[in-house]
Protein backbone atom coordinates (compact mmCIF):
# COMPACT_ATOMS: atom_id res chain seq x y z
CA UNK A 1 0.00 0.00 0.00
CA UNK A 2 1.33 3.30 -1.05
CA UNK A 3 1.80 5.94 1.88
CA UNK A 4 1.90 9.69 2.08
CA UNK A 5 2.69 11.49 5.85
CA UNK A 6 0.41 14.74 6.50
CA UNK A 7 3.11 17.23 6.32
CA UNK A 8 3.87 15.62 2.45
CA UNK A 9 0.41 15.97 1.58
CA UNK A 10 -0.03 19.09 3.05
CA UNK A 11 3.29 20.06 0.67
CA UNK A 12 1.26 19.18 -2.19
CA UNK A 13 -1.73 21.18 -1.38
CA UNK A 14 0.72 24.17 -0.67
CA UNK A 15 2.25 23.81 -3.93
CA UNK A 16 -1.16 24.16 -5.43
CA UNK A 17 -1.04 20.32 -6.95
CA UNK A 18 -4.55 18.99 -8.01
CA UNK A 19 -4.88 16.37 -5.31
CA UNK A 20 -8.06 14.42 -4.90
CA UNK A 21 -8.33 13.43 -1.00
CA UNK A 22 -11.15 11.26 0.23
CA UNK A 23 -12.17 11.49 3.82
CA UNK A 24 -13.65 8.35 5.15
CA UNK A 25 -14.59 9.21 8.89
CA UNK A 26 -18.05 9.17 10.01
CA UNK A 27 -19.92 12.70 10.18
CA UNK A 28 -19.41 13.69 13.82
CA UNK A 29 -15.91 13.05 12.70
CA UNK A 30 -16.23 15.24 9.60
CA UNK A 31 -18.03 17.88 11.53
CA UNK A 32 -14.86 18.84 13.73
CA UNK A 33 -13.30 19.92 10.12
CA UNK A 34 -11.95 18.33 7.43
CA UNK A 35 -8.83 18.78 5.01
CA UNK A 36 -9.94 21.73 2.35
CA UNK A 37 -11.02 20.22 -0.81
CA UNK A 38 -11.75 16.88 0.32
CA UNK A 39 -14.93 14.58 -0.23
CA UNK A 40 -16.67 13.26 2.72
CA UNK A 41 -17.37 9.57 1.96
CA UNK A 42 -17.56 6.93 5.49
CA UNK A 43 -15.97 3.88 4.68
CA UNK A 44 -19.08 2.09 5.38
CA UNK A 45 -20.93 3.73 2.35
CA UNK A 46 -17.35 3.40 -0.02
CA UNK A 47 -19.38 0.52 -1.99
CA UNK A 48 -22.63 2.16 -2.93
CA UNK A 49 -20.15 5.75 -3.67
CA UNK A 50 -17.96 4.25 -5.93
CA UNK A 51 -19.56 5.85 -9.24
CA UNK A 52 -18.51 9.47 -7.49
CA UNK A 53 -14.93 8.10 -8.00
CA UNK A 54 -12.78 8.37 -11.94
CA UNK A 55 -10.57 5.49 -11.91
CA UNK A 56 -8.07 7.64 -14.05
CA UNK A 57 -7.53 9.60 -11.12
CA UNK A 58 -5.26 9.15 -7.84
CA UNK A 59 -6.92 9.61 -4.51
CA UNK A 60 -5.26 9.96 -1.23
CA UNK A 61 -7.08 8.95 1.78
CA UNK A 62 -7.77 10.24 5.08
CA UNK A 63 -9.36 9.14 8.37
CA UNK A 64 -9.23 9.72 12.21
CA UNK A 65 -5.61 7.93 12.46
CA UNK A 66 -4.85 5.97 9.66
CA UNK A 67 -6.81 2.64 10.36
CA UNK A 68 -9.90 3.49 8.71
CA UNK A 69 -8.10 4.91 5.13
CA UNK A 70 -5.77 1.98 4.94
CA UNK A 71 -9.09 -0.55 4.66
CA UNK A 72 -10.55 1.76 2.12
CA UNK A 73 -7.22 1.93 0.43
CA UNK A 74 -7.00 -2.12 0.02
CA UNK A 75 -11.00 -2.37 -1.03
CA UNK A 76 -10.13 0.38 -3.30
CA UNK A 77 -7.43 -0.64 -5.06
CA UNK A 78 -8.72 -4.37 -5.13
CA UNK A 79 -11.70 -1.93 -7.32
CA UNK A 80 -8.82 -0.58 -9.81
CA UNK A 81 -8.53 2.31 -7.89
CA UNK A 82 -4.78 4.63 -7.40
CA UNK A 83 -4.56 5.40 -3.76
CA UNK A 84 -2.34 6.36 -1.33
CA UNK A 85 -3.27 6.19 2.72
CA UNK A 86 -1.95 9.50 4.33
CA UNK A 87 -0.57 7.74 7.50
CA UNK A 88 -1.33 9.35 10.85
CA UNK A 89 -4.66 10.60 9.65
CA UNK A 90 -6.09 14.01 10.81
CA UNK A 91 -4.66 13.57 14.25
CA UNK A 92 -1.74 13.88 12.50
CA UNK A 93 -3.18 16.87 10.33
CA UNK A 94 -1.10 20.40 11.67
CA UNK A 95 -2.55 22.58 8.69
CA UNK A 96 -6.21 23.98 7.96
CA UNK A 97 -9.17 22.58 8.25
CA UNK A 98 -12.95 23.48 6.80
CA UNK A 99 -15.81 22.68 8.64
Known sequence: MKEVAAKELAGKLKAG???SIIDVREEKEVAQGKIPGALHIPLGQLPDR??????????YMVC???????????????QGYDVTNMTGGMLDWEDEVEK
Open 17 to 19: ENV
Open 50 to 59: LDEMDKNKHY
Open 64 to 78: RSGGRSGKACLFLSE
